[in-house]
């Protein structure tokens, strides 16, 4: 479980640390959204500078966002693959029926390439530096306007964070699970693949009955403690937006003017 | 079939910033035939111990000798196979692992997984059913529908039905009513008698005076103590400085000790009290 590294927060107090996470988020998203611009090598070095140079302020140790490329290393390839097998234009170096490799294929699964890493180190930047309670408080902030048009923001927000707040719960369950069963002689992950279709039915029915317990018994909690709906609720983490928000938001612009710029 | 640790250390997480020391340098010998108990507050490494015992983990330095078997930070993930045929594990709120359709079989999961045939996984179902005192109509009925001490033995008859050599039970009898703490406890103790190598994880000081022959005291993920609960239970200050309590007996004594009496050790069971006062009151032998 601990190869989980998407929405693992790791503490600290650097400066991404302190951010507001509404600015994070934004500023994720912002980035995933105008890195579409780089459409040449110049452009794609600014990103990958500008990436490189964002991901040592987190204090972060860099292993944790080459950690976080492994669950989708088989996705990254695939696409790299296509890109190489079935772009075609420039110079053909091997041509084989319909596959060929040519200059130009080589080019864009180079771009996409990075385009991906930088994508997925950013989004690991996210995740790593703000608690999910923070982005579901995010969240729920900037979806405020929408309760205007009568849309359930404050339970949605509500979901969202108890969804996040049992991510690790669940994880934890889902070890004891393994273990409990592990020891009265299941082998997960060995065997073919009938057997380990068969492995899937004592790991889930324990933990559904779980998760279907702990729903029940959090619900009864929070009635207990008077938990009615959302509305006219003051919050225990305030959001504020503070200096360093705006300078990440000049660097952003920055950014985006530099690709500008420099895209052909 | 002993269960022996030799420097073994076990590190959560290694090498991240959330590193956690899980165990420290424990070095000790868990006896075949013992009814070993280990005591320790919460977060001392209990657990971590327990897990051990069966290669559900495997040490960050130092050695496992399971029977024959070596554990090594550098064992493989297969063929663990009998090692965990061999050391049965109930774990905290076993309950929560129960799955079939019926208690037959999920009793007989775990035998059916090691090898044995339907019809002999089936018969010891009913036998083990019957062993952790459970009436014979709950066999075909679903686990979901009994109540929850019922569940706790439905798990515990199936831990049992794998026929350990050695039964490792974390605080089995954590949440049941008194009744049906002692009853799960004599039958323990009935195990015990029978030849069954047993490990017990508790809270409860009174079962470790009146069950075990051997005591585990941990504390920040090491072996601070091993002994005879005798010798445990005689140091009650020490006990408390570790965040760890005394049987109920032996803290009647103490109070009876501070208003005069006199004990050249300290009782650990009713029995063995009511010998004590019996002959400083001048009675006679207390039967």
């Known amino acids: 479980m601990n190869k989980m590294i998407l929405g693992r927060y790791i503490p600290g107090d650097s400066f991404i640390h302190r951010l507001d996470p509404r600015t994070k988020l934004l500023a994720t998203f912002y980035y995933i959204a105008v890195i579409f611009l780089a459409n040449n090598w110049q452009s794609y070095l600014l990103a990958t500078v500008v990436t490189l140079a964002i991901i040592p302020v987190s204090k972060v140790s860099l292993r944790f966002f080459l950690n ?55 989004s690991t930047l996210l995740t790593l530096t703000t608690p999910s309670l923070s982005l579901a408080d995010a969240v729920e902030s900037l979806l405020k306007p929408l309760a205007k048009i009568h849309f359930p923001v404050t339970e949605v927000a509500l979901m969202l964070s108890i969804a996040l707040r049992f991510v690790p719960t669940l994880l934890d369950q889902t070890t004891k699970t393994m273990n409990a069963q592990r020891a009265r002689g ?18 889930f029915i324990p933990l559904f009955v779980t998760a279907f317990t702990m729903a029940d018994e959090l619900a009864t909690a929070m009635e207990a403690r008077g938990y009615r709906d959302g509305y006219g609720r003051t919050r225990f983490r305030v959001l504020r937006y503070g200096r360093g928000d705006l300078l990440a938001a000049v660097v952003l612009i920055l950014l985006t003017l530099g690709l500008i710029f420099l895209r052909n | 079939m002993d269960i022996t640790f030799d420097h073994v250390s076990y590190t959560y997480q290694a090498n991240t910033p959330m ?33 051990h015992l069966n290669a559900l983990l495997k040490p960050t330095s130092g050695t496992v000798r399971i029977g024959e078997r070596m554990i090594t930070p550098s064992t493989s993930n297969k063929n663990l196979h009998p090692l965990r045929k061999k050391v049965g594990m109930v774990f905290q709120f076993a ?32 036998q083990m059913v019957a062993r952790v005192g459970l009436p014979e109509d ?13 569940m706790r033995r439905v798990a515990i008859a199936g831990v049992l039905a794998m026929q350990p050599e050695v039964l490792v ?51 920040q ?18 006990l408390l400085d570790h965040q760890l309590g005394l049987p109920r007996t032996t803290q009647f004594a103490l109070r009876l000790q501070q208003k005069g009496f006199k004990f050249d050790h300290l009782p650990l069971t009713t029995p063995e009290l009511a010998q004590m006062l019996a002959e400083q009151l001048g009675g006679a032998r207390h039967e």
């Open chain 1, 186 to 203: 299941v082998d997960f992950g060995s065997g073919g693949l009938f057997k380990q279709v068969k492995t899937i039915v004592p790991l």
């Open chain 2, 169 to 219: 039970l974390d605080e089995p009898t954590a949440g049941l009513d008194p009744a049906g703490r002692r009853e799960m406890m004599a039958l323990f103790a009935k195990l015990h008698a029978d030849g069954q190598t047993i490990v017990l994880v508790t809270h409860q000081m009174d079962d470790v005076a009146d069950f075990a022959d051997d005591v585990l005291v941990m504390d």
């Open chain 2, 95 to 126: 309950e929560s692992q129960l799955f079939a359709a019926t208690v037959r079989e999920d009793v007989a999961f775990g035998p059916r997984n090691f090898g044995v045939s339907a019809e002999d996984a089936d018969a010891l179902a009913v």
């Open chain 2, 19 to 51: 590193a956690g020391v899980g165990l420290d340098d424990v070095s000790v010998t868990i006896h075949g035939g013992a009814y070993t108990a280990i005591i320790g507050h919460t977060g001392s490494g209990k657990s971590t111990l327990l897990q």
């Open chain 1, 68 to 122: 976080g490329l492994l669950p989708v290393l088989f996705l990254i390839v695939f696409t790299v693959l296509i890109q190489v097998f079935f772009t075609t234009g420039g110079h053909v170096y091997w041509h084989w029926g319909w596959l060929s490799v040519t200059s130009l294929g080589l080019t864009n699964a180079g771009f996409i390439f990075v385009r991906l890493v930088l994508i997925i180190f950013m």
């Open chain 2, 221 to 238: 993920g090491k072996v601070v103590r091993q002994g005879h609960p005798k010798e445990i239970f005689q140091d009650a200050q020490w």
């Open chain 2, 138 to 150: 709950v066999l075909d009925r679903s686990p979901f529908d009994l109540s929850g001490g019922q």
